[in-house]
């Protein structure tokens, strides 16, 4: 086999392998852009907890509130 044969062989294989990286690339971007959009809609979801969970706190900090309140009024009560 002559040098050039053996050249234009390594070559040949080199483009082959390249194709496989191209492929590979492909591929991989298609995950990459699945995974943004699976990240966008965990976002989404996390920012829907942290807000019901502000208003939960909300809520329970009325609660006690009505609670502090009632027993103020208890003791005005019962104690005259």
Do not use: P
């Not at 390249?18 to 690339?25: A, I, R």
């Not at 976002?43 to 502000?54: A, K, P, Q, W, Y």
């Not at 009325?62 to 003791?75: P, S, T, V, Y």
């Amino acid at each position: 086999m002559s040098k050039d044969d053996r050249i234009i062989e390594l070559l040949a294989e080199m483009v082959f392998k390249q194709d496989l990286v191209v492929v590979e690339l492909k591929g991989l971007s298609k995950r990459v852009e699945n995974l943004e959009h699976q990240q966008a809609n965990t976002n989404l979801g996390i920012g829907e907890l942290r807000l019901s969970f502000m208003n939960l706190a909300d809520k329970i900090q009325a609660i006690a509130e009505h609670e502090k309140r009632i027993d103020a009024l208890e003791r005005a009560v019962f104690k005259g």
